[in-house]
């Protein structure tokens, strides 16, 4: 399990004594401005305020946007203090600055937090090879994967071995919207094995209302928030198609083995204790009730069950299979178009990550193991109806024999 955090020095407490002990402050920068992104600088903002080995300001890269007002939304939150669109009401602290010039967001930076959706983390570390400092720590705070040719890649091993500076993560049950609210909940530090390190991750985060726990197993923290993602997808369909509770514990259960099963096969160090942190088991839950890979799975699911009448109604009207598929097709509302139109520029990573998981198990002729993964995916690329979430077959042996 995980072990305890660390202690705190308060600037007041300390007068600055801790200062010229250890005579260097840290500073830190945000990359990213979406929902948890914000929340993470709020975070972030609170602690650099109050501890004497960090510099006071923050800063937090914003990709750049202009509002419906006209105004630049870097803008926006530089004059009022809150991400106007990714997480309006929520004042960040007076120390958060937000810049949209990237290089300069992380100049100076030791400590880099990363926390974009993972389809943008390619190009951002592309274009900070050579601006980071080389004593720089980072941590990612994102809830993805990469998948090259060579094969899976974790996030925090491509920020590393792009930027060529060590990486560590924070994973857990974190629905952005509920910590901006300072409702308490807790997170998981993954680090490789500097524990030093480890705790100044959980001292820069740890606020009375968010409580964090390093756990020395990085894959198996990292996977977890990664995984989780699909088994809201299934947890989506099944609310859509109003199986209720019982089966939505099912699902879970039945991802959680999967995610145990994917991490091992990927990373034979990875801990089963890990499963039992805020990353593993909690996350998963809070996942697959609250959060936005869930809500948009469960509106396609009952999108998905209107296309199908449908598409019984134009058969026996029309028995042109071309018609029908035209037809299916202006019917269809895809993950993407829900997305746009749910999220309001939100991104969901559960639909990505499950092609790139996919696609690892058929590489690997893995498939069959991984019946739940494999059926939402090919829900979510239209080769299969929301219903198969829970359809039983010898093939498929989603339920346990
Ligand atoms: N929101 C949550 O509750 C939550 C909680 C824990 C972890 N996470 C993870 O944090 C990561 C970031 O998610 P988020 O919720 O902060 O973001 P978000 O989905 O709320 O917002 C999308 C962000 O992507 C940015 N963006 C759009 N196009 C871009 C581009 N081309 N290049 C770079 N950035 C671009 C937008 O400006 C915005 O900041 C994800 O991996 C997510 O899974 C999210
Ligand atoms: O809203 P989601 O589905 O991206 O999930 C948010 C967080 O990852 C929950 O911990």
């Keep these: 399990m995980g072990d305890t955090a660390t202690t705190h020095h308060t600037k007041s407490a300390n007068n600055g004594a801790n200062d010229n002990q250890i005579g260097f402050k840290s500073r830190v920068s945000v990359i990213g401005s979406g929902s948890w992104g914000s929340v993470a600088a709020k975070l972030v903002a609170f602690n650099t305020l109050n501890l004497s080995s960090f510099h006071d300001e ?20 530089n004059r009022t203090n809150e991400n106007v669109k990714y997480l309006p009401g929520i004042k960040l602290g007076k120390n958060v600055i937000a810049d949209p010039d990237l290089d300069n967001a992380v100049e100076d930076a030791n400590m880099l937090v990363f926390v974009t959706p993972h389809q943008f983390i390619d190009n951002i570390c592309k274009s900070l090879v050579g601006k980071v400092r ?25 920020i590393s071995e792009q930027l060529g ?4 993560v924070l994973m857990g049950a974190n629905l952005a919207n509920e910590i901006a609210e300072e409702k308490f909940s807790e997170a998981t530090v993954g680090y490789r094995n500097n524990r030093e390190i480890a705790e100044q991750w959980v001292q820069l985060f740890t606020t009375p209302y968010f409580m964090v726990t390093p756990v020395q197993d990085v894959e198996g923290v990292e996977l977890c928030g990664t995984l989780k993602n699909v088994v809201a997808i299934a947890a989506g369909f099944v609310d859509g198609l109003d199986m209720g509770n019982n ?5 879970i259960r039945f991802g959680l083995r999967e995610m145990r099963e994917f991490c091992k096969l990927l990373f034979s160090s990875v801990k089963d204790d890990t499963f039992f942190e805020s990353c593993g088991v909690a996350d998963v839950i809070t996942t697959c009730f609250g959060g936005r890979n869930r809500k948009v ?76 993964f494999a ?10 109806p929301p219903s198969a979430i829970v359809i039983y077959s010898e093939k498929k042996n989603i339920f346990p024999v």
Aim: proline share 2%.
């Design 375 to 384: 059926t939402v995916h090919e829900i979510c690329s239209g080769c299969l």
């Design 297 to 372: 799975a469960e509106a396609f699911a009952r999108n998905g069950g209107k296309r199908l009448a449908l598409k019984h109604l134009v058969h026996k009207l029309n028995p042109d299979i071309r018609q029908i598929v035209t037809l299916l097709f202006l019917i269809h509302r895809s993950f993407d178009e829900l997305e746009a139109e749910m999220l309001q520029g939100q991104k969901l990573q559960g639909v990505t990550t499950v092609r790139e998981v996919y696609e690892v198990l058929r590489h690997r002729g893995l498939l069959e193991l991984f019946p739940l």
């Design 58 to 77: 923050v800063k937090m890269w914003v990709f750049e946007e202009t509002l419906q007002s006209g105004e630049k939304l870097t803008d926006a939150i």
């Design 134 to 158: 080389s004593d720089a720590e980072a941590i990612s705070l994102i809830k993805g994967m990469e998948v090259k040719i060579e094969g899976p890649c974790l996030i925090s091993t491509y």
């Design 247 to 251: 089966t939505k514990a099912a699902i």
């Design 165 to 168: 500076i060590n990486c560590s």
